[in-house]
């Protein structure tokens, strides 16, 4: 007896071939590392200010608000101030993702220089309704530095620049003003671009 086949029967078949196709079918080999040895390195900081979330985010919060705590010059080079993909001067980042109380920026690859996948989130966290943490972290790839020496300078250098920052931020959020910023090489003031 001969079987007829049905364009139901037909779908079918077609289906169950390349359902099989797809399961034997390997990935695709992705390409190799640009850094091949990457160290990813996390600095997570924080500190406890005498406000509400919301206060603290008005007064420090905005992309390019940095300026004014780091004590340097920023300015929105591309797009508007708070969208994604703005581009602020301070090391040409990028803001890649925010919620009502946080961002998250990046910094671009450089001609002639490899890229280290570096990211910094700031964030207000709400404790109670009157006051809150500030948090910024920072994630970045450091194997591109000599030695561990150089890798551990570098991330106290980072370590403290930015635990400057949140105490800045601190000061302004709790109605405070930030003395002038120091000349260079007197110490503190001025922001590494990385």
């Given at each position: 007896?001969?079987?007829?086949?049905?364009?139901?029967?037909?779908?079918?078949?077609?289906?169950?071939?390349?359902?099989?196709?797809?399961?034997?079918?390997?990935?695709?080999?992705?390409?190799?590392?640009?850094?091949?040895?990457?160290?990813?390195?996390?600095?997570?900081?924080?500190?406890?200010?005498?406000?509400?979330?919301?206060?603290?985010?008005?007064?420090?919060?905005?992309?390019?608000?940095?300026?004014?705590?780091?004590?340097?010059?920023?300015?929105?080079?591309?797009?508007?101030?708070?969208?994604?993909?703005?581009?602020?001067?301070?090391?040409?980042?990028?803001?890649?993702?925010?919620?009502?109380?946080?961002?998250?920026?990046?910094?671009?690859?450089?001609?002639g220089q490899p890229y280290i996948l570096y990211h910094g989130t700031v964030e207000a966290r709400p404790l109670t309704a009157t006051t809150s943490k500030l948090i910024y972290t920072l994630v970045y790839d450091n194997s591109t530095l000599t030695d561990d020496a150089a890798r551990e300078q570098d991330k106290a250098r980072r370590t403290a620049q930015f635990t400057r920052a949140l105490e800045n931020m601190k000061t302004l959020a709790e109605g405070g003003t930030l003395p002038p910023p120091a000349t260079k090489g007197g110490g503190k003031g001025g922001a590494s671009k990385q």
């Open positions: 007896m001969r079987k007829h086949l049905t364009p139901a029967r037909a779908g079918l078949a077609l289906t169950i071939v390349c359902m099989a196709r797809l399961a034997s079918a390997q990935p695709p080999v992705p390409a190799p590392l640009a850094i091949p040895n990457p160290n990813y390195v996390s600095i997570p900081l924080e500190i406890t200010v005498n406000r509400p979330a919301a206060e603290v985010w008005k007064r420090v919060g905005k992309y390019c608000d940095i300026g004014e705590w780091l004590q340097i010059q920023c300015t929105i080079t591309s797009g508007k101030d708070g969208e994604f993909g703005a581009v602020r001067s301070v090391g040409n980042e990028i803001l890649v993702g925010k919620t009502e109380l946080s961002y998250t920026y990046t910094q671009p690859v450089r001609v």
